[in-house]
């Protein structure tokens, strides 16, 4: 098993910035690829960016957050970041940190493990 935990979510103006983390621990040597999603109300959840784990360190990104968002990780910490820049009222959303033994993938279905979400919210 492996354990997500995120944080660094909140309430922000628009045009300002927020830093997601997201610590893994447990089997995190079965993770190959590592992603965060968004779902906002009455919405299905989207693919935000992921980057690789265990093998290269490539970074994908959704096309509505490319140019604001950067992902990053620590593997020497076991944790992922999610730095968003430019917010805007359409990024309000619940954020989910997830982790999959597979390539890369934008599906959610593919991703294994999931933490529990942090909001954040974007102010006009």
């Known amino acids: 098993q492996v354990l997500l935990v995120e944080s660094g979510g909140g309430l922000v103006q628009a045009g300002g910035s927020l830093r997601l983390s997201c610590a893994a621990s447990g089997r995190t040597f079965t993770m190959n690829t590592m992603g965060w999603f968004r779902q906002a109300p009455g919405k299905e959840r989207e693919f935000v960016a992921g980057?690789?784990?265990?093998?290269?360190?490539?970074?994908y990104y959704g096309h509505s957050v490319k140019g604001r968002f950067t992902i990053s990780r620590d593997a020497a910490k076991n944790t992922v970041y999610l730095q968003m820049n430019t917010l805007k009222p359409e990024d309000t959303a619940l954020y989910y940190c997830?982790?999959?033994?597979?390539?890369?993938?934008?599906?959610?279905?593919?991703?294994?493990?999931w933490g529990q979400g942090t909001q954040v919210t974007v102010s006009s």
């Open positions: 980057v690789g784990w265990s093998g290269g360190t490539s970074t």
């Open positions: 997830a982790a999959t033994s597979n390539d890369y993938s934008d599906v959610a279905g593919w991703y294994e493990y």
